[in-house]
């Protein structure tokens, strides 16, 4: 098993431009979490998913921010446009509804200058 | 909703010493409880995990035991290695909207285990 897959592993852009990050869950689970880690504010969960469709949105920040997950085995999460208090670790995560077993992935290491 | 507070650190060790990180939860119910581990440059990774009031959860000299009456699940190691040095998440379960489970995360612990 390749585990969650998430692309690219780092991220450099200036204010202003549009950051898509994306991510690959393990077959057969069908929840999957986007999640924000920073040093200030420590792990964030954005957005949840369950079977393709968005549960939990609470956390993610503001309008610039938006996710997508059109089949089991793709996610993205979109930023535009960006804006350097962005700059943090964006981690995907997937598992099984029934069992509460979060697999990460190694995350995309954003910086907005 | 369901919250987790733990110790923050960071903590710096020496190898062989007895480690201990508290963790508390506040919690409806009677969710899981984790403890999830992030070595250097990679993503977390479950550690261990207990599904109920006085099961012990154990891995790779780790311990810990879900505490009902104190609302606690300390993490315990009795001899830490240099390997040891990452950051540690407390974590529970929660109910999302159509009853799913998402995990609550404490904001983690920075150990440094020098030889």
């Known amino acids: 098993d390749a585990g969650v897959i998430q692309s690219p592993r780092h991220e450099v852009t200036e204010m202003g431009q549009e950051v898509t990050l994306r991510c690959k869950p393990i077959?057969?689970?069908?929840?999957l979490f986007w999640y924000r880690q920073t040093m200030m504010r420590g792990l964030e969960l954005l957005i949840y998913?369950?079977?393709?469709?968005?549960?939990?949105d609470s956390g993610m920040p503001e309008d610039r921010f938006s996710a997508k997950m059109p089949n089991a085995s793709f996610s993205t999460l979109k930023i535009q446009p960006s804006e350097p208090r962005d700059s943090a670790v964006y981690f995907c995560?997937?598992?099984?509804?029934?069992?509460?077993?979060?697999?990460f992935g190694a995350g995309t290491r954003l910086s907005v200058l | 909703g369901n919250s987790v507070t733990q110790m923050e650190g960071p903590v710096t060790l020496s190898e062989e010493a007895f480690l201990t990180i508290n963790c508390t939860y506040t919690?409806?119910?009677?969710?899981?409880l984790f403890w999830y581990v992030q070595y250097p440059g990679e993503g977390l990774q479950l550690l261990l995990k207990?599904?109920?009031?006085?099961d012990k959860g154990s891995n790779k000299g780790f311990e810990a035991t879900y505490r009902k009456e104190t609302t606690s699940f300390h993490l315990e190691k009795g001899s830490v290695q240099v390997s040891d040095s990452a950051v540690y998440f407390c974590?529970?379960?929660?109910?999302?909207?159509?009853?799913?489970?998402?995990?609550?995360f404490g904001k983690g612990m920075k150990l440094t285990v020098n030889p």
């Open positions: 919690a409806t119910g009677y969710p899981s």
């Open positions: 077959s057969g689970h069908n929840s």
């Open positions: 974590a529970l379960s929660d109910l999302t909207q159509g009853g799913s489970e998402k995990l609550v």
């Open positions: 995560a997937s598992s099984w509804t029934s069992r509460n077993i979060q697999y």
């Open positions: 207990a599904t109920k009031a006085d």
């Open positions: 998913f369950n079977n393709n469709v968005p549960i939990d």
